[in-house]
């Protein structure tokens, strides 16, 4: 039988990824939103784009849950934006009372499911969602590492005149300011970065890929990024679907790795048809560490903060 995906959340990040699935034609998908009508437009657009692209997924809309039932994974992007006069913190508890809502009607009907959380603030929403579904730490995971690995690739592989395929990146830790880029592991066809891009250089490459979110949102003008973020997770859901284990940076919790406890950061981790089937340790140096520190820090700031 094809599998089921359910995303919640059919605005920019959740309908393109909904495309993206149903292209590649392996399982069904379920659209969830809560704006009336919204999301079955858009799923019926869809499935009327199959006979000309070539596929046969069933693509549904809905203002409820019970479409989603039996789902092998759900995505969720469902948020606010942040409104002008609201504050950071404002904006968190508002997308707390979401993905608290959400994660609990999920569970509920698919209860064997995977979970793959989008919405920001990206580290803090998986941890709650964790906590709420109550599921085992390889079946509930965050998309941040491969977009903002995507975002280095695409910067290097622009630097170097190369193929982006020939460009490999790590990054570790939160999603945004407190990311940190393995640089000791970035290689262009096997080769150390370091040897190719001097380090000032690099630096800014960095720094770019740090403020990658904000430098897309500057030229929207108004939405943030989702075509890259789309692909990111669609990526995450052709290693679980096709089993195919690749090790790709995602929010995962973390329970003694890294000496972390109890907490959802970004880490390299293999990803298969059982979701999370590792967590891939590799030696830090002490200024990693400390960066990764940093990280760990600003995520447990934000949990306090939802009093989870
Ligand atoms: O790297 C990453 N993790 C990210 C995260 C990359 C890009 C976007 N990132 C975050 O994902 C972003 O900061 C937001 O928190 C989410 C979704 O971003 P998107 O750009 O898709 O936002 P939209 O277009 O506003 O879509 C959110 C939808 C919108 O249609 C709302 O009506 C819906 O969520 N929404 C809900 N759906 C279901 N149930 C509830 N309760 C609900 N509340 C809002």
Do not use: W
């Not at 709650?128 to 079946?139: D, H, M, N, T, W």
Request: one cysteine or more; aromatic letters at 4%; hydrophobic letters at 45%.
């Amino acid at each position: 039988m094809r599998k089921k995906i359910t995303v919640v959340g059919a605005g920019m990040v959740g309908a393109t990824l909904g495309q993206r699935i149903a292209e590649r034609d392996y399982a069904d998908v379920a659209l969830v939103d809560v704006i009336p009508n919204m999301p079955m437009g858009k799923a019926l657009d869809l499935l009327e784009a199959g006979p000309v692209v070539g596929y046969d997924s069933l693509v549904i809309g809905s203002n409820g849950y019970d479409e989603t039932a039996g789902s092998d994974i759900v995505v969720i992007t469902s948020g606010l934006p942040r409104k002008p006069g609201m504050s950071r913190d404002d904006l968190l508890r508002k997308n707390q009372e979401i993905v608290t809502q959400v994660t609990q009607e999920i569970v509920s009907r698919s209860p064997n499911s995977i979970l793959i959380v989008v919405t920001n603030p990206l580290d803090a929403m998986a941890q709650l969602a964790y906590k709420v579904s109550g599921f085992p730490r390889e079946r509930v995971l965050g998309m941040a590492g491969v977009l903002d690995t995507a975002r280095f690739r695409t910067f290097i592989a622009q630097e170097l005149h190369v193929s982006v395929r020939d460009v490999s990146a790590y990054v570790l830790g939160g999603h945004g300011d407190t990311m940190v880029p393995l640089v000791r592991f970035t290689t262009v066809a096997g080769v150390p970065v370091s040897k190719l891009i001097p380090a000032e250089r690099l630096a800014q490459i960095v720094q770019r890929t740090r403020d990658g979110g904000a430098e897309i949102v500057n030229l929207l003008g108004s939405g943030s990024a989702f075509y890259a973020p789309s692909a990111a997770v669609a990526q995450m859901i052709d290693s679980i679907v096709l089993d195919k284990k690749m090790i790709l940076p995602c929010a995962v919790h973390l329970q003694g790795e890294y000496g972390v406890k109890d907490l959802f950061v970004g880490v390299p981790a293999k990803l298969g048809a059982k979701g999370v089937e590792e967590v891939i340790q590799i030696e830090l140096t002490d200024e990693e560490r400390a960066a990764l520190q940093k990280s760990v820090d600003a995520v447990k700031e934000l949990i306090g903060v939802m009093g989870i």
